[in-house]
């Protein structure tokens, strides 16, 4: 197990085309609205900052040191003002390796699962760093509760932490500014290509359902996300559209008695061996099937 997280959190999120088109691009700086800002390209997701009066709120990393080292650098051209905090919406590689970037002893703020997988992954030897940088702050949104929501108030700005439940990971944090109406969503939605959901670290397709569900509930109209460019409520809805319309085509299937391999095919997935050193990726079919029939 702990060499199948580690692997996760090394490779990262190399599994697609899409995903792939984006690593090692120019890192590019975009406002959002307001203070807060979306940091693109580099080596790893998305990630974005908040220039407060005082201080600088980040967003996730990206996924080596020297990447995220031209984020700081693009961060220092907009506000001179220091990191004081950060904030994980999970702990896959693309989102918390370029940590070190920063000084140890900074808040940072993530769900207690995104703290058990870096402790985890922590043991192997080139991610032993990680150990300095986990998250440190309490994270009360913690169940999916009825208002499952944290809030940081940063000078004038006011930023909510939402936990809505298992879904691509069972630790993944929105992380939401009403004041803007903006919501960083990590890897909770996907376009141009299926959802990605680690089982492997408790993520469900059910879940991911819910919280899409609740997300677009959110007084938000923009949601950045860590593989794509900022969706509107419209867009997202597309997502859930997607999602649901294929979830419930495996449902049929499955009910239908038949076979993984059948559904794979059904679906035009073929898949080969894991790459020396990387893991394989379950497709959203599979994972659909897997999660129905172990409910039975």
Known sequence: ??????????????ISTVCLAQFNQPLAVQK??????????????????????????????KTTTDSEKQTIQEIKNISTKPVTRIILTHSDADHVNGLNAFPSGLKIYGHPQTKK??????NTPNLQYLREYLPNEACSPCTASKNPVQSIQVGSENIQLYFFGP??????????????????VGDLAFTGRDPLIHRIKGGS??????????MIALDADTYVTGHSDPLSKKELQGVYNSVSEKRDKVKA????????AEIKKAFGI???????GMMRFMSFPEVVYLDLTEMK
Not at 167 to 184: M, N, Q, R
Not at 253 to 260: A, F, I, Q, R, T
């Open 270 to 276: 073929e898949e080969g061996p894991a790459k020396p």
């Open 205 to 214: 397709s059910t879940g991911l359902l819910e919280v899409l569900r609740r």
């Open 167 to 184: 879904a691509h990971t069972s630790g993944d944090l929105i992380v939401y500014f009403p004041a803007e109406k903006v919501a960083f």
């Open 32 to 61: 959002i609205k307001g203070n807060i800002y979306v940091v693109k390209g580099g080596n790893g997701a998305n990630n974005g900052f908040y220039a407060g009066e005082n201080e600088i709120v980040v967003i996730d990393t």
């Open 1 to 14: 197990m702990l060499k199948k997280l580690a692997l996760v959190l090394l490779s990262s999120v190399a």
């Open 117 to 122: 997988d870096m402790e985890e992954a922590s």
């Open 253 to 260: 299937m499955v009910d239908e008695g038949k076979s993984l």
